[in-house]
T-cell receptor, first 116, second 115 residues
Framework: AQKVTQAQTEISVVEKEDVTLDCVYETRDTTYYLFWYKQPPSGELVFLIRRNSFDEQNEISGRYSWNFQKSTSSFNFTITASQVVDSAVYFCALSESFFGNEKLTFGTGTRLTIIP | ETGVTQTPRHLVMGMTNKKSLKCEQHLGHNAMYWYKQSAKKPLELMFVYNFKEQTENNSVPSRFSPECPNSSHLFLHLHTLQPEDSALYLC??????????????FGNGTRLTVT
């Protein structure tokens, strides 16, 4: 069975600091997808990124970067120069479905608070 | 309106009541989902519909009854709920299943409290 662990329940950092959110996953499949979603106070989850298991290249999008390490089954998310608008709950998710949408397994989320 | 809209935003109901949650998407998607979000637990997938046909029922108790009359609307009918059913219920949509990756688009959720 697949499992996603986000060990950090809550993190608080001062604005402009860098912060890394950890995600560790378990799966028996060789083909899978990993995701990060952001849930701001308004409630809706917002898709941030998807990676497939064959692509271990790190990705950077503005202040966001993701470090995928198959050897340690981790898919960590770093925000550099954090801003108050980054305050949200962040979810890591795993899907063993070829098409990635179905049967997502979510972690319990990390609540990130950016202190002005 | 754009995106995924859920109504009501908040709902308080007794255990003997019958109520319904509504979800509407204006994205032209053909797959719709119900998720349950409880405190300190992972999001739980409840139901999946693809072109109005239910493709997934994740062992959800029968006191939750979904309905998908068309690809734009999804309902969750509730009856004789238990206090442990109190949670945030999230609706999501995506392009139809089986045609390649499409990210989930979520609504703001309905905060349900069962008294």
């Amino acid at each position: 069975a697949q499992k996603v662990t986000q060990a950090q329940t809550e993190i608080s950092v001062v604005e402009k600091e860098d912060v890394t959110l950890d995600c560790v996953y378990e799966t028996r499949d060789t083909t899978y997808y990993l995701f990060w979603y952001k849930q701001p106070p308004s409630g809706e989850l917002v898709f941030l990124i998807r990676r497939n298991s064959f692509d271990e290249q790190n990705e950077i999008s503005g202040r966001y970067s993701w470090n995928f390490q198959k050897s340690t089954s981790s898919f960590n998310f770093t925000i550099t120069a954090s801003q108050v608008v980054d305050s949200a709950v962040y979810f890591c998710a795993l899907s063993e479905s070829f098409f990635g949408n179905e049967k997502l397994t979510f972690g319990t989320g990390t609540r990130l608070t950016i202190i002005p | 309106e754009t995106g995924v809209t859920q109504t009501p935003r908040h709902l308080v109901m007794g255990m003997t009541n019958k109520k319904s949650l509504k979800c509407e998407q204006h994205l032209g998607h053909n797959a719709m989902y119900w998720y349950k979000q409880s405190a300190k637990k992972p999001l739980e997938l409840m139901f999946v519909y693809n072109f109005k046909e239910q493709t997934e029922n994740n062992s959800v108790p029968s006191r939750f009854s979904p309905e998908c009359p068309n690809s734009s609307h999804l309902f969750l009918h509730l009856h004789t709920l238990q206090p442990e059913d109190s949670a945030l219920y999230l609706c999501a949509s995506s392009q139809e299943l089986g045609t390649g990756f499409s990210p989930l688009h979520f609504g703001n959720g309905t905060r349900l409290t069962v008294t």
